[in-house]
């Protein structure tokens, strides 16, 4: 009898060791190596179990190649297609990862319902009884979506070469569990192998697959690093669990940007596509309020226009207190600092809170003068005019500064009808005869002026 063979891998980076040690020398964790069966005395294919023999590719001359633009398929989802750069590559191997709860599972099942074409969707964690109820809630009908409850790859292969879907979900890589090695599901060496065959599978079959990837607590996708090597693209779904909108982003792209973003909102019956973002995250006040500002930011390549909400008052304790929601709070000291020393407001003794509304995190500097603006609205309690925003990044020494893609975010504002945006004096202004005035400013104290008088 052949003796197993095993190795010892790091749980956290997924490196190979022939024998235990304490710690890890490549990601410099203890206590993380582990021993794992690495094979058994089979043939690994992902079609060894059917039987048919594979395809071998032979060296072509780079101009021999055809260029033909890579043919996509349309997800009918339109903020997935432009997250993936136009829609789904055949053949590729697409890793979709977030926390638990955030709406993975109800993405994909979504998007299987409303697809053309033939979808296997395989669940290792719910039963067909639990997605049928969760399609229910989304709802469109389809003749279209599978669904299979399974974990092992071989039996999920065999399914596939019966049902031959023209693309294939995997709810969740952990789950899965080849017969090839011995380690249980979600470990380092069966979340490799499984991924290496399904890529086998999707390369030689050229069909598609999706696969869900759980999140560690420090916000990696659980299992090796060189899962993301592996696979074509990456994707991330993140967003609060206490509020409604979720961004879908790329971490990673072989067939395209990936500065491209979706958002969606959560709603009882799954998820809708939030085509225009801006809309939604302004809220429709009809009174003045102090203390909201509007900043026009760029997340990826889409400008978005977020409100920012201040809020300053007397410090009730001798230490006042400063906190910040969706905004760096080391870069709301900075910019306190530089309206105390630079600008002469005493604002020392006050509590100073900010807030973006939507749930939403942005680390775009271009927002620091909106975050300035809300700050003394609500210290002075004189609210902002309507149809006001801003667009620029105040430095160290009090000045205000150019930001990039400038003229996108005076666009965008102009498409959502605002009358005035605030830039810096020194950005260069592409935009010819724009309906929306732009007041160029170099110094805090010249938007002092012009907002409070
Ligand atoms: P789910 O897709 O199960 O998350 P994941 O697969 O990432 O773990 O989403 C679960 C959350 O979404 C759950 O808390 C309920 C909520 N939800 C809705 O609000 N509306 C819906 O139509 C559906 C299906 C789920
Ligand atoms: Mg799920």
Redesign the pocket.
């Known amino acids: 009898m052949a003796k197993t063979k095993t190795a010892f891998f790091c749980q956290n980076c997924g490196t190979q060791y022939p024998k235990w040690t304490g710690q890890c020398s490549s990601c410099k964790q203890w206590n993380t190596i582990v021993e794992e069966v690495v094979q058994k005395e089979e043939k690994r294919s992902w079609k060894s179990d059917s039987g048919s023999s594979k395809r071998t590719s032979h060296p072509l001359k780079i101009s021999e190649i055809s260029n033909e633009k890579e043919l996509r398929m349309d997800s009918k989802d339109l903020e997935f297609n432009r997250v993936l750069g136009g829609g789904i590559v055949p053949g590729s191997l697409v890793l979709l990862g ?10 994909l099942l979504q998007i299987a319902l409303k697809l053309d074409y033939k979808t296997l969707y395989v669940s290792g964690e719910e039963s067909q009884k639990q997605i049928k109820m ?1 399609a229910d ?2 709802d469109p009908k389809s003749e279209n979506c599978f669904v299979l409850t399974e974990t092992k790859t071989q039996h999920i292969f065999q399914q596939i070469s019966t049902l031959q879907p023209e693309l294939v979900i995997i ?1 969740s890589i952990q789950t899965l569990h080849t017969n090839h090695i011995e380690s249980a599901a979600g470990s380092i060496s069966q979340i490799r192998e499984c991924t290496a065959e399904l890529i086998k599978f999707a390369k030689e079959s050229n069909t598609p697959v999706i696969l ?1 990837g759980h999140i560690t607590k420090d916000g990696t996708i659980a299992g090796p690093k060189i899962l993301e090597h592996m696979v074509d693209t990456v994707l991330q ?1 993140e967003g609060d669990r206490n509020y409604v909108y979720r961004i879908l982003r790329s971490l990673k792209n072989r067939f395209g940007s990936t500065a491209e973003l979706g958002i969606y909102e ?5 998820l809708r596509e939030v085509n225009n973002p801006s809309e939604v995250l302004i809220s429709k006040n009809e009174e003045d309020l102090s203390g909201t500002a509007i900043a026009a930011t760029v997340e990826g390549m889409r400008p978005l226009l977020i409100e920012i909400q201040a809020l300053v008052s007397t410090a009730v304790y001798g230490t006042p207190q400063r906190s910040a929601t969706g905004f760096n709070a080391k870069r709301l000291n900075m910019l306190l600092a530089v309206l105390e020393k630079r600008a002469g407001f005493k604002l020392g003794a006050k509590d100073v809170f900010l807030n973006i509304t939507g749930g939403i995190s942005v680390d775009d500097p271009a927002i620091d003068l909106a975050v300035v603006a809300a700050i003394l609205s609500s210290n002075a309690d004189i609210p902002i005019e309507k149809g006001v925003c801003f667009a620029a990044e105040i430095g160290l020494a009090g000045e205000i500064r150019p930001v990039i893609r400038v003229d996108q975010r005076i666009l965008e504002a102009e498409k959502l009808g605002f009358a005035t945006i605030y830039v810096s004096k020194n950005n260069k202004i592409g935009l010819k005869n724009s309906a929306i005035q732009i007041k160029r400013v170099s110094k805090i104290e010249d938007v002092v002026r012009e907002l409070f008088g």
């Open positions: 977030g926390e638990p709860g955030i709406g993975k599972s109800t993405l969760r809630r989304i709810d869900v779904f959560m709603q009882g019956s799954g």
